[in-house]
């Protein structure tokens, strides 16, 4: 093989690259190997193997021919040219030692990763703090520290240190021989413990770590310092108080009269007032609430306000004064039917009562007047101007005396008509005739309180009286009539009674049956009176009646009397000649 000799040597710079040659000695010129650590000159028969046989190296040529395997004469080189020779004691070139290079490496990561699984171990365990269900430190609830505990502990802890709220609270209340206690569970008491601790258990539990960290080293330097708020719930109060309310409350029941028509000395029956009674709530929650502050207790008397009856017993008896009476008189004439029809109607309005304001009709009370309303045929005033039998014939009696009554007691007339003859019972001027359905009498209680009216028919009268408020003092009513003009009394004229029409009353010849009474025709004033202590202080028309001139006509028998027959004589009827024969010659 060519020996490389150092011109042959490639060696490199900065930029340029140079070749020098260079030869390689042979083994046995080579010199000898440093002998070993002492510690290392174990036979290799007694060590293990370090390496599996490895296959010899190829066999390499150099440019000078030779194989580096070849030795050397010690002063030659390579090239074989001779040696420099060193001076000095020799140098021998080492490996660096990368294996302790490699083992301070792995024991600086060790000691790395114990440092960070350190500081995570740390950051974790300090910073578990602030990921807890307990209150940061540094925090109070009125002055108890809660540091450190959770909420359960904290609350237990401030209720050791203090009475329970709920059972300072407490509400009497009295009224009369009764009383009622509530305590704090009745009125929801309650403090805002518990709301302060909820909020208290944020503090430094929210955010970031960094932000909760920050948070607690404040509160710790700083300080939270919580005062709780008491309060009740006062719409239970109001509560209570409603339902205590519902027992007391009472409305005011006025007095009371009752007519008994059937009896004239007790006729009337009044039965006393009672007051009720109403809690004022708002004046008694104002009481509770004043008492309660400081100590949260209250003893007080319920605000109870009476309510006084608006109508007295004492009252309705000045209400019950009688007004007027007016009475009429039912003539010998008046046959059982016509008494009986007058009874029916005004038995209608006995016992009745008039509120203020209420108008009352006669024919709106009475009915019409049928047999099935009870009403019997009876001498009435006919279209002929005769009395002619109706049914209900007599009730304008009736009507004629209750509107005198209502006169008299000072009412409000509303509707009223006359007869066509002047009425024999009453004044003229002040009868009110009734027919149903057009002609009616109708008055208004214009008083302010309730108006009263008894009735009573006896044998010979029509009676009836009114009762109300009284009238004011000295106060009384009176009427009178003035005729402004009359004519002359008409003839009566005699007709034959041929037709035996009328029979019953006449049959001989001196027998005479009025059938239309002569009446001359007037006009009259009628006015109401009023009386001051028995003096007329005022006059007032009422009315101006006007009644016309009527031709009397008379039946008459048409039979000559036997001798030894006996004169008879009827309301209606009179004997010619004899002191009621209206024709008869003074």
């Known amino acids: 093989m060519a020996e490389r000799t150092p011109s042959d040597r490639t060696q490199v710079g900065r930029g340029r690259r140079t070749t020098s040659q260079y030869s390689v000695r042979p083994p046995s010129q080579r010199p000898a190997p440093k002998p070993a650590h002492p510690a290392q000159e174990a036979p290799r028969d007694a060590q293990e193997p370090l390496h599996a046989p490895v296959a010899p190296a190829p066999e390499i040529q150099l440019e000078n021919g030779r194989n580096p395997s070849q030795t050397y004469a010690q002063d030659e080189t390579p090239s074989g040219r001779p040696a420099r020779k060193r001076t000095g004691t020799s140098h021998v070139r080492r490996m660096p030692p990368w294996g302790n290079i490699v083992a301070l490496v792995v024991l600086l990561g060790l000691l790395a990763v114990l440092v960070y699984l350190g500081l995570q171990a740390y950051m974790q365990a300090y910073s578990r703090q602030f990921y807890t269900n307990t209150i940061t430190d540094g925090v109070t609830v009125d002055g108890v520290d809660v540091s450190g505990l959770t909420y359960d502990e904290a609350l237990a802890k401030i209720q050791s240190k203090k009475a329970p709220f709920l059972d300072a609270v407490s509400v009497t209340l009295h009224y009369g021989e009764n009383t009622w206690h509530f305590d704090g569970t009745d009125l929801r008491a309650e403090d805002t413990t518990e709301e302060i601790l909820s909020e208290a258990m944020k503090l430094a539990r929210t955010g970031e770590l960094e932000d909760r960290i920050l948070e607690a080293r404040r509160i710790q330097e700083e300080g939270m310092h919580y005062g709780t708020d008491k309060d009740i719930d006062r719409s239970m109060v109001e509560s209570l108080v409603d ?15 009752t007519v008994n028509p059937e009896s004239v000395r007790n006729y009337f029956v009044v039965t006393s007032e009672h007051n009720g009674r109403r809690v004022d709530k708002t004046a008694t929650l104002d009481r509770i609430f004043a008492d309660m502050d400081g100590d949260w207790t209250a003893d007080v008397d319920l605000v109870v306000e009476e309510l006084p009856a608006k109508v007295t017993a004492a009252e309705l008896e000045g209400m019950t004064t009688e007004r007027s009476f007016f009475q009429t008189q039912i003539g010998s004439s008046s046959s ?50 005769a009395f002619e039998d109706t049914l209900g014939g007599g009730v304008c009696q009736v009507s004629t005396t209750l509107y005198n009554a209502v006169l008299l007691a000072g009412l409000q007339i509303d509707e009223r008509s006359q007869h066509s003859i002047p ?20 008055f208004t209680n214009n008083t302010n309180h309730p108006i009263y009216i008894r009735a009573d028919v006896a044998n010979t009268s029509v009676s009836f009286w009114i009762y109300g408020e009284a009238l004011p003092e000295g106060i009384t009513y009176d009427r009178a009539f003035e005729v402004i003009s009359r004519n002359s009394m008409p003839e009566t004229k005699l007709v034959p009674d041929t037709d035996k029409k009328f029979a019953r ?82």
Request: aromatic share 10%; glycine share 8%.
């Open 243 to 257: 339902r205590i309310a519902l027992l007391i409350d009472e409305e005011p029941v006025d007095a009371t009269v």
């Open 336 to 385: 059982e039917n016509r008494i009986s029809n007058i009874r029916l109607a005004a038995s209608m309005f006995n016992g009745m009562v008039v509120q203020p304001g209420e108008q009352v009709s006669f024919n709106g009370t009475t009915g019409k007047r049928t047999t099935e309303s009870g009403y019997l045929e009876a001498p009435g005033i006919g279209t002929s101007k």
């Open 423 to 442: 009425s024999t019972y009453v004044m003229n001027g002040f009868d009110a005739m009734v027919n149903w359905p057009n002609r009616d009498f109708k």
């Open 505 to 586: 009353y006449i049959t001989y010849s001196d027998e005479a049956y009025v059938y239309v009474a002569a009446r001359a025709g007037m006009t009259v004033e009628a006015y109401l009176l009023t009386m001051k202590d028995g003096e007329e202080i005022k006059r007032t028309l009422l009315y101006t009646d006007k009644f016309q001139s009527i031709e009397g006509v008379t039946y008459v028998g048409t039979q000559k009397r036997p001798a030894g027959v006996t004169k008879k004589t009827s309301p209606f009827c009179y004997i010619i000649g004899g002191s009621r024969d209206p024709n008869k010659k003074s």
